[in-house]
């Protein structure tokens, strides 16, 4: 399958702890995005890499949080000291880049802070 | 700041049936993309708009953009089941960086 994959699927975590989620774009796609849903919610945009910089953060990116694309591969999200109000559904997408073409999403992680 | 609208949020049609589901946005963009999504599952493309006037098709599915309007319609034309789920538009926000802005989903229950 060569589709955008995310790791874990699920992660249950306790408040104050540190995760950390994978995502593998798509292999030729050179821009990868994060997103976070919550229930009921459509995805907000946090944050995208083009290659390995990284674009542009949205004001929903609090100093928790931070992303990292080292090699312009593969992309970790990590959220330090959890909070109740990270529980969501964290997705991962990649296109091509040129603006015609469509974003694909992963399967998606989805944290539940206890 | 964008804002991206859908309606209805809900909506339940009987198999057969004809409904249209409309976004409108806030801001001037000419690139507006429709996704589904499967409860628990993620988010499935299904259409890329790109100008003024654009069409396309996909089976039962047809969606158009009118830039001037700042709107997009997503048609199902003699709903099935199997097209029961909820459908988000969004709109590149920062002129090709494709940094969407999403609606808030229509979830659309088709009843036989």
């Known amino acids: 399958d060569t589709g955008v994959s995310q790791n874990p699927r699920h992660k249950i975590t306790k408040r104050g702890q540190n995760v950390t989620f994978r995502c593998d774009p798509i292999?030729?796609?050179?821009?990868l995005y994060w997103y976070r849903q919550t229930l009921g919610q459509g995805p907000e945009f946090l944050t995208y890499f083009q290659n390995e910089a990284q674009l542009e953060k949205s004001r929903l990116l609090s100093d928790r949080f931070s992303a990292e694309r080292p090699k312009g591969s593969f992309s970790t999200l990590e959220i330090q000291r959890t909070e109740q109000g990270d529980s969501a559904m964290y997705l991962c997408a990649s296109s091509s880049g040129p603006w015609q073409e469509t974003q694909y999403f992963g399967p998606g992680t989805r944290l539940l802070v206890l | 700041e964008l804002k991206v609208e859908q309606n209805p949020l809900f909506l339940s049609m009987q198999e057969g049936k004809n409904y249209t589901i409309y976004c409108n946005y806030s801001t001037t963009s000419d690139r507006l993309y429709w996704y589904r999504q499967d409860p628990g599952k993620s988010l499935e493309s299904l259409f890329v708009?790109?100008?003024?006037?654009a069409v396309k098709q996909e089976g039962r599915l047809m969606a158009s953009l009118d830039t001037k309007a700042r709107l997009s319609t997503l048609h199902i034309t003699a709903a099935v089941h199997d097209l029961s789920a909820t459908y988000f538009c969004a709109v590149d926000w920062n002129q090709g960086a494709q940094k969407l802005v999403f609606g808030q989903g229509t979830r659309l229950t088709i009843n036989p």
């Open positions: 708009l790109l100008s003024n006037g």
């Open positions: 292999s030729e796609h050179n821009r």
